[in-house]
């Protein structure tokens, strides 16, 4: 990472890397969460691995027509470079609703604002101002929160937009999604409660590419707690693009 | 890229696998321009490549003393997550001025800013006093701009630590040392001429591994031009670390 100001060759390789790589060990279903993997690579990662592979980019924008109902929507996604140049969520949205208009901005300074956990200081409203204010002009019924860091910004991004503005975010949006698949294919787990955040957190289990240490700290902004178990894997100069 | 955030083994493979490169297309010297290559892989960067090998912390770090007299100076160093941890600029510094105080501070929202080119944004100001204020506070006599892209915040870093404080810029340290050294070894072009640059526009090639539109772009803030000569290469699964 990040992902966002790679080319679509680059996206492409690593998300199929990192496929190949979870499909090994036995899952029962990939989720690509990041949205400019979902937006660059998941036709390539879907004639790769024989499991159900689900994105973020149609759930979030099937969810951004849900809740607008689809009466000639105005409809705003912010995204890392990449997948707004991909017209991924564009897509996905007229799909859902030909009427939408559609109005996509690139937010590059927010993944190292969410980063660096600057969720209320002042330089990070002023910043939200200068990137939504093409946004807050298109008066959107809904905003598509299009990069898995941008929910961490979720209350300024609010402000900056007005409250009157329905995001959307892209991660809960898939988590209905994969939770509607695995109860359609009996393939939910019996012993999961949902919403018992205990429970998963004896499921969960990361594995990291680099960085570990990093990773922990910063994934601890976005889990609320340090990840449980972290395992550093290398990946790199397989055989995936076979 | 970036470098900054990513562990020492990936920063030099990848640094590996550049120079392997480069060497062969057959240079006569290398110059590891990247401020975290330099710090983190310069060793194994040497172990490998047969020719003159210049790295930006020795050369910056030397200028720093140098410019400071080296009478007790302070010296201030700002540079990525990956720099700092190394330890590589203080240990520079003092193999050339052993009573040097030194201080070491990340500034990892510079990057994307100089990305941005938001060079003169009153949100620069303001996050430049928010990771300056420990370095105005050291009262430092040198601040080392440690990161390829700081020279381009330069002012605004100038007018927050103050304008007593002398900036050393290891990209200028570091052409300083590569013209010495192909003088000492009669290596130097008789037909570049010292500060034209129009006749190295001629001369420059750069080689890019990925998203050659997105450099070109950015690069344009660098070198106040578009890249004349830009190609795209794959560097990677190579045997480097053989």
Redesign the interface.
């Known amino acids: 990472m ?1 992902y966002g ?3 679509l ?2 996206v492409e ?1 690593y998300a199929l890397e990192n496929a190949e790589f979870l499909a090994s060990i036995g899952i029962k279903m990939l989720v690509v969460a990041c949205n400019t993997a979902s937006a660059l690579a998941l036709p390539a990662i879907r004639s790769h691995i024989g499991i159900d592979v689900v994105g973020v980019i149609g759930p979030g924008g099937r969810k951004a027509v849900e809740v607008t109902k689809c009466e000639r929507p105005n409809i705003a996604v912010i995204a890392t ?1 990449a997948t707004v140049a991909s017209n991924a969520y564009a897509e996905s949205i007229r799909r859902a609703c030909e009427n939408a208009s559609i109005y996509q901005a690139a937010c ?2 927010f ?3 969410a ?2 956990g600057w969720t209320n ?3 990070t409203n ?2 939200a101002e ?1 990137y939504l204010s093409g946004v807050r002009d298109f008066k959107p019924d809904a905003l598509v929160l299009g990069c898995t860091h941008y929910p961490i910004l979720r209350d300024v991004i609010q402000k900056t937009v007005g409250e009157n503005v329905r995001l959307i975010d892209s991660g809960e949006a898939t988590a209905e999604e994969v939770e509607r698949i695995l109860g359609q294919k009996g393939l939910m787990n019996p012993n999961v409660v949902s919403g018992d955040r205990s429970l998963c957190d004896d499921l969960d289990h990361f594995y990291v590419t ?3 240490d ?1 990773f922990a700290r910063v994934a601890e902004r976005f889990l609320g707690a340090k990840p449980s178990k972290l395992e550093a894997i290398e990946i ?3 055989d995936a693009l076979k």
Do not use: C, M, N
Request: glycine share 4%.
């Open positions: 990040p100001t790679k080319s060759a680059t390789r470079e590059p300074l993944v190292p604002l980063e660096e200081e002042p330089e002023s910043i200068k680099d960085a570990a990093r790199f100069g397989k």
